[in-house]
């Protein structure tokens, strides 16, 4: 409505004096509009005088019709991020603020503020004569500043942003006001002025401050549990007063200051008592007559500003992930600015108890984590994802918001600018070039030769010591892929990637759910999104790709791991599950339309791929001793990268990483160390070493947190022990060949026709079958039938056999052939 036309006692207005009907003595008025038009007089009467008061220079009537009236602009609300659970995870906005529809606010809470601040409010025109007058004699007296009277005051000076206190702002306050009460009806006037009003602890509006004082909603009915009650209601409007210590008074708050509190509480109950008679208070769903409260509240809860304000929770390891909620939410159309000016309720994919867990863990603050106790300079990374669907379940990439994120890729705040992130992931980057050759005919029995060099004169094929006669191989030109993916031999990753080219091992890579690898030369990191095969074969990625030179995130990895768990199916990693609205009418969230989860599951590789990389990597947190407990079936991949920086040493690491989990759970670990440099206040990267003072392998302190997680959260979501694949060679292309050579086949056994039970019962040799069964038995083998002495198995004799063929016997304790692995 324009000001000055059509608008209440304006020109034009057919119950105002406009300057063709001025003095009019045939105007036919109601009673309503002789009573708006007299409370109009009076109050352009009162500029009137106030102005002449103050060496004024206008009208009264002309100050009335010219003091704008607008539509208030929204409230600033709080944006909540809640978990998948419905925890709170964390706040964005500049103001805890929870906009709530005035007819769905608690009757009770009605009554009380107004009981406490304007008795009466539904009585006036929303101008409280008195108040004006005595605003105007203390201006012109010299006296304090007075505040607004009546609530549609009070609105309106919030409404106008008005901070100081004047005649004319008083002034033109009162017009607001008197010009709202013809816009809005009273419950509306009543529902914006408690939208917007501050009730201390950090809450700006009602429904913040029932949060804050009793963790309740002001949306709950009378009657129902958890419902605000009228000595509730009598706390929330007592404290509008004054709800912050200043100076000279300590507030209305109980926890600051019980004794005013209390009765400031006293007198608005009494009022509530008197205002809720069958002729008092015209509030929808009061109940008439109501017995007011003789006892003050014990419900009120204590509150920590430190902990919960606009920002609660957004210093804790969880705020991390503000960074990747706020960029899903720019692929939906919803802006920084949008989002900061609240009212968006975020439901994350984010488990409470998962990222509890997580955070037990990896956080080396956590007294139960692997890493406690250790040097501040370990820093540690986690991320967790369910494989079914791609939500990410933890994430922890350190202790507290502001920090260097671990687990994945830092940018500046507007989201554009890489600014770093990730660690080469070393042999756990294995299972991708592993999935590529399967995924190209290559079967698990395929067999590579560990002697040879790189291509090009290029040397050595680095192998952490383990060569010769250490590998666990028939012999040193003989080990099959399965061996050396479980042993973690380099070699076959670096022979399948010059086989492969290492375009298509980073190509599976991101099929699998890499998205950022690092340069080759440099501390750049290339989005695989953006980057043709053509375009990646030109950057010169080396064969080393294939057992993990390159850096990657934990994030990414996680993602990685999540779509071998899940047959071959990726799912992308996501933070944001909805997006909801509060209704104005209904007061319940509802979704924002084209946002939330859009799940695009997309197969990455065949599921007899997956089913031979599951049931390899099943082999390896037994061969490391982290297997999970109650039988859990996991599958996993340990990793190092060396350290070559400066004040190492020969076989020292500089990143550990322990990766995999079950088919609910995928998580990547990552273990680093780095300080500040005090001279070039750069980060330098350290050494890492395991309690003791070792190198730290994957398998150890990553291990342990990954263990320690996995148990953990596994119990926590009660998860199912669900089996993966059966192994399958479906997939095998019997002319794909490695550069191995084949070993001799194994001599068949001897014909020994004095023995029938030879290569059935018994050991067979060129000697008779002579031959000492190690242990507390000893039995020959010479056809005596004589059983060794001892606790050997008994002899077993065959109907018709020669005398003597029941000397075969078990020695109970011999050595095998089995070496155990301590693992890499």
């Known amino acids: 409505m324009s000001p000055g036309v059509g608008g209440p006692g304006g020109p034009g207005d057919p119950d105002g004096a406009g300057p063709d009907k001025r003095g009019s003595a045939g105007k036919i008025l109601t009673k309503a509009s002789k009573r708006r038009r007299r409370t109009n007089i009076l109050t352009a009467a009162a500029a009137v005088l106030v102005i002449l008061l103050g060496a004024g220079v206008v009208g009264g009537t002309y100050f009335f019709d010219n003091v704008d009236f607008k539509e208030p602009t929204a409230e600033a609300q709080t944006t909540q991020l809640l978990t998948s659970n419905n925890k709170v995870l964390a706040s964005l906005g500049q103001f805890n603020r929870s906009i709530v529809p005035d007819g769905s606010i608690n009757p009770l809470v009605k009554l009380a503020v107004v009981a406490a601040e304007d008795k009466g409010f539904y009585k006036h025109n929303g101008i409280d004569m008195k108040g004006i007058a005595r605003a105007a004699w203390n201006n012109f007296t010299g006296g304090d500043t007075q505040g607004a009277s009546t609530i549609t005051q009070q609105?309106?000076?919030?409404?106008?942003?008005?901070?100081?206190?004047?005649?004319?702002?008083?002034?033109?306050?009162?017009?607001?006001?008197?010009?709202?009460?013809?816009?809005?009806?009273?419950?509306?006037?009543?529902?914006?002025?408690?939208?917007?009003?501050?009730?201390?602890?950090?809450?700006?509006?009602?429904?913040?401050?029932?949060?804050a004082y009793f963790n309740k909603s002001v949306l709950t009915p009378i009657g129902q549990k958890n419902a605000i009650t009228a000595g509730?209601?009598?706390?929330?409007?007592?404290?509008?007063?004054?709800?912050?210590?200043?100076?000279?008074?300590?507030?209305?708050?109980?926890?600051?200051?019980?004794?005013?509190?209390?009765?400031?509480?006293?007198?608005?109950?009494?009022?509530?008592?008197?205002?809720?008679?069958?002729?008092?208070?015209?509030?929808?769903?009061?109940?008439?007559?109501?017995?007011?409260?003789?006892?003050?509240?014990?419900?009120?809860?204590t509150w920590d500003p430190d902990k919960c304000t606009t920002t609660c929770g957004n210093n804790k390891p969880s705020a991390k992930i503000v960074k990747y909620v706020k960029r899903?939410?720019?692929?939906?159309?919803?802006?920084?600015?949008?989002?900061?000016?609240?009212?968006?309720?975020?439901?994350?994919?984010?488990?409470?108890?998962?990222?509890?867990?997580?955070?037990?863990?990896a956080n080396a603050q956590s007294k139960k984590s692997p890493l406690n106790g250790m040097s501040s300079t370990y820093k540690s990374a986690l991320v967790a994802i369910n494989p079914e669907n791609g939500r990410v379940l933890a994430y922890y990439g350190g202790p507290d918001a502001a920090s260097w994120d671990y687990a994945g890729p830092n940018y500046t705040d507007d989201g554009k600018t890489f600014i770093g992130g990730g660690r080469p992931p070393g042999s756990t980057f294995k299972i991708y070039t592993l999935i590529a050759a399967l995924s190209d005919g290559y079967g698990m029995d395929t067999i590579w030769d560990s002697t040879l060099k790189k291509v090009n004169?290029?040397?050595?094929?680095?192998?952490?010591?383990?060569?010769?006669?250490?590998?666990?191989?028939?012999?040193?030109?003989?080990?099959?892929?399965?061996?050396?993916?479980?042993?973690?031999?380099?070699?076959?990753?670096?022979?399948?990637?010059?086989?492969?080219?290492?375009?298509?091992?980073?190509?599976?890579?991101?099929?699998?759910?890499?998205?950022?690898?690092g340069d080759p030369e440099t501390t750049a990191r290339y989005d695989l999104n953006k980057l043709s095969q053509a375009e990646l074969k030109e950057k010169g990625y080396g064969r080393e790709v294939g057992f993990g030179q390159y850096a990657i995130t934990a994030l990414d990895h996680a993602s990685g791991v999540a779509t071998i768990a899940n047959d071959g199916v990726y799912n992308k990693a996501h933070f944001v599950r909805s997006v909801s609205q509060r209704d104005p009418k209904t007061g319940k969230f509802v979704a924002v339309k084209n946002t939330g989860e859009k799940l695009d599951p997309q197969k990455a590789f065949t599921p007899d791929v997956a089913?031979?990389?599951?049931?390899?990597?099943?082999?390896?947190?037994?061969?490391?001793?982290?297997?999970?407990?109650?039988?859990?079936?996991?599958?996993?991949?340990?990793?190092?990268?060396e350290f070559t920086g400066k004040g190492g040493k020969a076989g020292d690491n500089g990143d550990a990483w322990m990766v995999g989990g079950t088919k609910e759970i995928a998580a990547s670990v990552w273990v680093g160390r780095e300080k500040v440099n005090k001279k070039t206040k750069q980060m330098d990267l350290l050494p890492i070493y395991k309690p003791g003072g070792k190198?730290?392998?994957?398998?150890?302190?990553?291990?342990?947190?990954?263990?320690?997680?996995?148990?953990?959260?596994?119990?926590?979501?009660?998860?199912?022990?669900?089996?993966?694949?059966?192994?399958?060679?479906?997939?095998?292309?019997?002319?794909?060949?490695?550069?191995?050579?084949?070993?001799?086949?194994?001599?068949?056994?001897?014909?020994?026709?004095?023995?029938?039970?030879?290569?059935?019962?018994?050991?067979?040799?060129?000697?008779?079958?002579?031959?000492?069964?190690?242990?507390n038995g000893n039995g020959n083998g010479n056809g005596n039938g004589n059983a060794g002495p001892g606790n050997g198995t008994p002899g077993i004799t065959l109907p018709g056999a020669p005398n003597g063929d029941t000397g075969n016997t078990d020695g109970g304790g011999g050595q095998t052939d089995e070496n155990t692995d301590d693992g890499n």
């Not at 309720?345 to 509890?356: F, G």
């Not at 010591?465 to 892929?481: D, I, M, Q, S, V």
Request: with cysteine; net charge neutral.
């Open 155 to 211: 609105y309106a000076k919030y409404a106008t942003k008005r901070k100081e206190i004047t005649y004319n702002v008083k002034l033109r306050e009162a017009v607001i006001a008197r010009k709202m009460e013809d816009e809005y009806t009273k419950d509306e006037i009543l529902g914006r002025y408690l939208n917007s009003v501050y009730f201390g602890r950090g809450a700006y509006g009602v429904e913040a401050a029932a949060k």
């Open 695 to 775: 190198p730290m392998n994957g398998g150890s302190v990553p291990g342990q947190i990954w263990k320690m997680f996995l148990d953990s959260a596994s119990k926590a979501i009660k998860a199912e022990n669900k089996p993966f694949l059966p192994n399958s060679t479906a997939f095998v292309d019997p002319n794909k060949k490695g550069n191995g050579v084949e070993p001799p086949p194994p001599p068949p056994p001897a014909d020994n026709p004095q023995n029938p039970l030879c290569g059935i019962f018994q050991q067979c040799d060129d000697n008779n079958g002579n031959g000492n069964g190690n242990g």
């Open 611 to 641: 089913a031979a990389v599951q049931n390899v990597m099943q082999k390896i947190p037994g061969i490391n001793g982290i297997s999970l407990d109650n039988g859990r079936k996991a599958i996993g991949k340990t990793g190092t990268w």
């Open 328 to 361: 899903e939410l720019r692929d939906m159309g919803i802006s920084d600015a949008e989002l900061n000016q609240g009212g968006l309720q975020i439901r994350t994919t984010i488990d409470s108890e998962v990222q509890e867990q997580a955070e037990k863990a």
């Open 232 to 301: 509730e209601a009598a706390i929330l409007a007592a404290v509008i007063k004054q709800p912050e210590p200043t100076a000279t008074h300590k507030g209305y708050d109980p926890q600051k200051n019980m004794p005013d509190a209390l009765d400031r509480w006293r007198y608005t109950v009494g009022n509530m008592a008197e205002l809720a008679l069958p002729a008092g208070l015209p509030v929808a769903g009061v109940p008439a007559g109501i017995n007011p409260p003789t006892e003050y509240p014990k419900t009120w809860k």
């Open 457 to 517: 004169g290029g040397g050595k094929i680095s192998n952490s010591g383990r060569e010769g006669g250490n590998l666990k191989c028939p012999n040193p030109k003989a080990c099959t892929l399965e061996v050396s993916t479980e042993q973690s031999y380099n070699f076959t990753f670096y022979w399948l990637a010059d086989k492969l080219g290492p375009e298509k091992v980073i190509e599976m890579a991101h099929k699998a759910g890499i998205q950022l690898i």
